[in-house]
């Protein structure tokens, strides 16, 4: 199994930074794809950004020149740096890693969530 533990969160004005960190723990060594998703107060989890262990990016457009993901695949964590914060970005963000199973499927995993908060 793998663990996924998020920190980073918190309360920032709109305009401001954040940087999230996940670090991962347990079966890690085959981890493939990690991201970060979101999920707005009353709305469904969304795609936020995903990396690939040879740091190849995807980014949904509303967050796209605003936000950064970069992983240290030395230290088994993903990060993602948010600038230029906005009211509509508030949300828990939760951490995803895939890594194969012996069956040819995938093992989807998740962190509990951090919670940030845009507001004045």
């Known amino acids: 199994q793998v663990q996924l533990v998020e920190s980073g969160g918190g309360l920032v004005q709109p305009g401001g930074s954040l940087r999230l960190s996940c670090a991962a723990f347990g079966l890690i060594f085959d981890i493939n794809t990690m991201g970060w998703y979101r999920q707005p107060p009353g709305k469904q989890r969304e795609l936020v950004a995903t990396?690939?262990?040879?740091?190849?990016?995807n980014y949904t457009s509303s967050v796209k020149g605003r936000f950064t993901i970069a992983r240290d695949n030395a230290k088994n964590t993903v990060y993602l740096q948010m600038s230029s914060l906005k009211p509509e970005d508030t949300a828990v963000y939760y951490c995803?890693?895939?890594?194969?199973?012996?069956?040819?499927?995938?093992?989807?995993?998740w962190g509990k969530g951090t919670l940030v908060t845009v507001s004045s």
């Open positions: 990396i690939t262990p040879t740091r190849i990016t």
């Open positions: 995803n890693a895939k890594r194969p199973l012996v069956d040819s499927t995938w093992g989807v995993y």
